[in-house]
């Protein structure tokens, strides 16, 4: 527990300090695209501003969610770090189709963006948004992880704004601004939302990892003293610490039963990682008495 709560300490800190950075540069984004008049660069810092809106709820959640189980959250509030996730990309995805409504029109009438000041805001937003990356790409929740890859998107999104800076300064394709920002924005889109949907899907309590369920059931097949076992459930706290519920039926009793219980509990560990097991032990012709499914695996 000594190790989670160190891993845990350690992602509020990476959040919150990648929330400062983003915050700082959003600030300096915004007055540089006005000045430089580039909707390319205004298109990253609406990005930024929702990632610096994401930052902002994932540092609070965060620390909300370290804090460890109470009367009336029994496994405490590790899910406000989904919740988090989620909302974080609903944030990105919105400030995403903002850019786009703006941006589409000014293809055909892009104005005089100034492609040395864009040169100069990419080179600093590579520097910023990659730094804040690195600083997160380390953790283990999904919540992170979603940060994560935003910020990278963000690194690389600067990075063709540096080349259309370069193009506009030096052969004045004004037209290459409002393009680069439509291009980044549906490239956003596209990564952020598989993350969304697969935080959503967690939140919802799907089964985190499809192919761990289908592992853990073939190695509960082959453990000896068990003849079956139904009332299998498999979900995640926060696309890290899962929960893993079953029925064994056996006629093992006492100091057997036990290291059977053991064994299992075992397997879990090494197949689930992190995982909160439940099991209830049933004996033959005994009926569940939780109204569960019974149409298990008969061994």
Not at 163 to 172: E, M, Q, R, T
Not at 268 to 290: A, K, N
Request: net charge negative.
């Amino acid at each position: 527990m000594h190790h989670l709560g160190g891993c845990k300490g350690q992602s509020l800190k990476n959040i919150g300090w990648a929330f400062l950075l983003n915050l700082s540069f959003t600030i300096i984004e915004i007055v540089g695209g006005l000045l430089t008049q580039s909707v390319a660069v205004l298109s990253d810092a609406v990005h930024d501003a929702g990632d610096t809106i994401s930052l902002g709820f994932a540092y609070f959640l965060e620390k909300k969610a370290a804090g460890g189980p109470t009367a009336q959250f029994s496994y405490g509030m590790k899910r406000l770090s989904l919740l988090s996730s989620v909302i974080s990309g609903v944030v990105i995805t919105l400030g995403s189709a903002i850019v786009l409504w703006e941006a589409i029109p000014r293809i055909w009438d892009p104005g005089e963006p100034k492609g040395a000041g864009m040169m100069g805001l990419a080179v600093l937003g590579i520097a910023m948004n990659g730094f804040a990356a690195l600083r997160l790409k380390h953790g283990a929740t999904q919540n992170e992880k979603v940060l994560t890859w935003h910020l990278l998107e963000d690194a690389l999104g600067w990075a063709s704004v540096l080349v259309g800076g370069a193009l506009v300064y030096f052969f004045k394709w004004n037209w290459i601004d409002p393009l680069l920002a439509v291009l980044i924005s549906l490239w956003i889109v596209r990564n952020v939302l598989g993350l969304l949907f697969k935080s959503i899907s967690l939140f919802l309590q799907a089964t985190p990892d499809p192919e761990q369920k289908v592992q853990f059931t073939k190695a509960l097949e082959k453990v000896e003293g068990l003849q079956s076992f139904h009332d299998l459930h498999l979900w995640s706290l926060d696309g890290e610490s899962h929960v893993l519920s079953v029925h064994l039926v056996t006629s093992l009793r006492d100091g057997p039963l036990l290291k059977l219980k053991n064994h299992v509990r075992e397997i879990s560990t090494s197949i689930l990682g992190h995982v909160h097991t439940t099991i209830e032990i049933e004996y033959p012709g005994e009926d569940c008495p939780d109204n569960c499914d019974v149409s298990g695996h008969q061994l």
